[in-house]
């Protein structure tokens, strides 16, 4: 006994309380374990919680039951610590390798079921609750572990300071290099490969303080190969997932830090999606880009200085240089990877007819809202082309308030006009929107087109009150003539049949049960997602 001594001295350290060997660095090293894995805890949580919002919508709602229903699972997982007494480093290290696998494949799962069900968010949510399980299983292992080394107090301070400041580590990873560049195929691997470098190094450092030796040799070689092959079979498993989604064939996918961009063909015809919904389809987008873009250019006095809100994809812009009056444009997209896609694409660049490049036209990456606050800019026309309003984090940019900074932007005889979603299969968000902009002080003119591949839709055009009243504006509306400008389905006759809606739209009761949307108050989204999306 005594030569096995000699030839390991590893071995003759004592036993700590916790069933392990003393050793004078495992302490260090634990912490940095417990950072390196509260870094990837936390990209777990922002990659599950990305995921459901893709697949399933609404942010919020995802982030919150997602990001919630971790955090619980943390803490089961914590309570479920308390029953393991022995082996406390063997059973961190095979913690480590389930969270390797559990976070790698979470991306591939998702999408994979995608394939077969609409009740993708089911699964992400099971996944959350297993991984943070895991996640609140290491830490109170760790503490034990590391209990013999330092004094209560100082032994749970840096335990947890290591896990905390792992996670802001963390979320600077995702967000700026893990999703922007690996996006959501790869960042899991990586999330995975960090769990399984940490669990790999504590095995081979200390391997002579473990028990089930065998065993965790085992486990290391099964992973190793798991997490090698996946990584190879990863990207076709998503690009089959995401197809799936898609009625055509995908031609174009790219996830960004704000949403996730796809485009499709179908014969001669494209589309573009943004998180799943229709921004357009090259086959009838000229009945929803021609009206929102040229009863306002046509009845404002002087439309010489334009701004865009949204239209990252240049078909408004498209649109608006058809106006030679126009001396200036200004296009204010919140992602940068819409507006280059749509400068450098070759489909795209063929639809908007590289208006993005157009001499005239300023491109502004950042939030709409804190744009018009610092702008000094005014302005003859307002094009508002943001996507649907189906989340919370939307309603800052559809609310009264907005709607009011956008009136002091436009010059005397300045026009707004906004995408207004369907007045056929969500009404009410259509009522909203008209309330919420006549309360922010403008006369207001809905109208509405049959739009093929989208169904019926809507937009609200506005001037200020002291302007135009609102018959006075129809009126006018009603005669503006388009024919100098080359159009492929706008004109005089149109604009009339658009202004005019069928009976029951415009209900009184209706009318006065809808509330104003504003930023305390955001109830717009509601009344959208409670629309008849389901029938079309």
Known sequence: MQHILKLFPILQQPLSSAGV????????????????TGCAGVVAEFVLSTLATYLAGNAIFQWTIVMSLMLFAMGTGSRISRFFRNNLLDTFILTEFSLSVFCAVSAVLAYAAASFTENTAVLIYVQAFIIGNLIGFEIPLVTRINQDYEELRVNISNVMEKDY?????????????????????????????????????????????????????????????????????AKPIIIYGEQKKYRDKVIYSQQTPYQKIVMTRWKDYYWLFINGQEQFSTFDEEKYHEPLVHPAVKLSHNPENVLIIGGGDGLAAREVFKHSIVKSLTLVDLDPAMTNLAKTHPVILHINQGSMNNPGIQIINQDAAQFVKEDKNLYGVIIIDLPDPDSVDLMHVYSKQFYSILSRKLIRGGVMVTQATSPYFSKKAFLCLIKTIRAAGFSVLPYHNQIPTMGEWGWILGVKNEDMDESELKNTMLKIDFSDIKTHFINNDAMISMAYFGKGVFDEALMQDISINTEMNPVLYKYYLSGSWGMY
């Open 165 to 233: 400041y792992g996670a802001l580590a963390g979320g600077l990873l995702f967000a700026f290099i893990a999703l922007p560049y690996f996006g959501l195929t790869y960042t899991p691997i990586i999330l995975g490969s960090i769990n399984f470098i940490v669990a790999s190094f504590l095995l081979w450092r200390f391997f002579g303080l473990l028990e089930n030796k065998k065993m965790l040799v085992f486990v290391f070689t099964c992973v190793l190969i798991f997490l090698v092959c996946f990584a190879v079979i």
């Open 21 to 36: 060997f003393k050793l004078p660095s495992i302490g260090l090293t634990l912490k940095l374990s417990i950072f390196a």
